[in-house]
């Protein structure tokens, strides 16, 4: 029994060899290569966004390699597809609007001859790129212009933002690029800086790796909010583990929600205001030394989060976003990523005010929010955005303030890693907070 599986085996294996050298001769050119294939024979086309997908019948000869189609724009630029002699269709993108264009199908042999190109008109659907622009919303943010738009097709698109504004007597006109094959995306053009009566004209496009171009939206005339950092001279935080704040006639409230424990190891919680970043080694954080809520340590069976930043503003104001800064801890020469966007910095968190009102009398969860990781950048690029600090508005859909508070508070969920999932999150470098004093 056991020597018949052998052989029927052995058979197997032979015929596998075999099948494979045969199939190797199929990339092996010769003579009769200089003779092209015969045409494939179109069938059909079926219309995409932007493209159009081509059915053919496959040309019958054993020296066929792929099946090829081409198109020619109005600018004079030709744009090659392939397939493998496997498929009967081939998917043509790159289309700008919804005209009719020719499309060219060939075959091609081994030692790449093309057959006779047959001519093909097509009328492709709507493309990416008005797709993209028309879906466009433009939303005034705090020194900045919020735009969010759909993609449903994910190709990869670029959005131009161009915006004037008058700045102290100059003319000002910039250009930002957005690049994005997202389902849906949010981007800021930031540094808006204008007065709060200050006219900004924005216009936005679309374009797409093929050249085209969408139609200009002009949205016209918007005045961006306005807000100012917060002053940290004034601010504190209460004691670990102290449930507690002052309220404005001066009572004490228990909030039921614990401060943190951030004086552990290294850290301090007066890092987290002293307006210096931690760069490399210089250990400018606080460290919670794994005690989430509890604080019990993570030593002893406690979890490392969720923690609490409970701040006193030390004075009132409506509240409009954040910037934190997250610990780095890397070379001396400040050029690798170190933690940026990983293990022991948070990622996932919420954001909360503390409404006086007799009627509330609590903390009001304004949003629930992750720090994008960046991908496909450097080392150095990396250390340079954790530098810069990663902005979070209050209210991300609809930018705006909260209500008059003087405590704001920040819940830790969980790190970057494992999809914001990891529960390693135990520092910060520097919060900002951003807002406007209340009348």
Not at 100 to 111: D, F, I, M, P, Q
Not at 174 to 190: A, I, K
Not at 408 to 425: D, G
Request: hydrophobic letters at 35%.
């Amino acid at each position: 029994m056991k020597t018949k599986i052998y052989n029927f085996l052995l058979i197997v294996i032979v015929l596998g060899i075999s099948a494979a050298c045969k199939e190797e001769v199929r990339y092996i050119s010769s003579a009769e290569d200089r003779t092209p294939t015969s045409a494939p024979t179109f069938v059909d086309y079926e219309p995409l966004y932007g493209g159009a997908r081509l059915f053919y019948i496959i040309p019958p000869e054993e020296n066929l390699i792929s099946v090829n189609a081409e198109y020619t724009n109005e600018r004079g630029e030709t744009y090659f597809f392939s397939s493998t002699f496997y498929n009967d269709s081939i998917d043509v993108i790159g289309f700008g609007d919804e005209r009719e264009y020719t499309v060219y199908l060939y075959g091609v042999n081994r030692a790449g001859v093309e057959s006779a190109k047959v001519p093909v008109a097509v009328t492709p659907l709507e493309p990416a790129i008005s797709r993209v622009a028309n879906s466009i919303v433009l939303k005034e943010g705090f020194s900045s212009i919020l735009l969010e738009w759909e993609n449903e097709l994910e190709q990869v698109v670029n959005v131009f933002a161009s915006y004037q504004y008058n700045d102290n007597g100059a003319e000002r006109d910039l250009v930002q690029v957005f690049s994005s094959g997202s389902l849906t995306d949010r981007r800021f053009v930031e540094n808006v800086n204008t007065g709060p009566t200050t006219p900004v004209a924005v216009q936005v496009w679309v374009q797409d790796r093929f050249g085209n171009r969408s139609e200009t939206v002009d949205f016209g005339q918007i005045f961006v909010l306005h807000d100012e950092p917060l002053d940290k001279s004034i601010m504190s935080f209460p004691d670990a583990a102290d449930r507690t704040i002052t309220l404005r006639d001066g009572t004490v409230h228990n909030t039921g929600v614990p401060a943190m424990h951030g004086n552990h190891l290294e850290g301090r919680m007066s890092k987290l205001i002293d307006g210096i970043i931690c760069r490399h080694n210089n250990l400018n954080f606080f460290h919670t030394g794994g005690m989430g809520h509890d604080g019990t340590p993570q030593a002893s069976g406690g979890r490392n989060v969720p923690w609490n930043i409970i701040m006193d503003l030390g004075d009132y104001y409506e509240l409009s976003r954040i910037v934190t800064v997250q610990r780095h801890s890397g070379n001396a020469e400040n050029n690798n990523r170190g933690q940026y966007y990983q293990d022991e910095n948070c990622g996932y968190f919420r954001l909360y005010y503390f409404d006086e009102d007799p009627d509330v009398m609590d903390w009001v969860e304004t949003s629930e929010q992750r720090i994008p990781i960046p991908v496909g950048i450097s080392p150095l690029e990396f250390v340079l955005l954790g530098e810069a600090g990663d902005m979070s508005y209050m209210f991300p859909e609809e930018p705006q303030y909260t209500k008059v508070t003087r405590w704001f508070r920040y819940e830790c969920l969980a790190s970057f890693n494992t999809n914001y999932t990891s529960t390693n999150a135990n520092c910060m470098s520097e919060l900002t907070v951003y807002g406007r004093k209340a009348e």
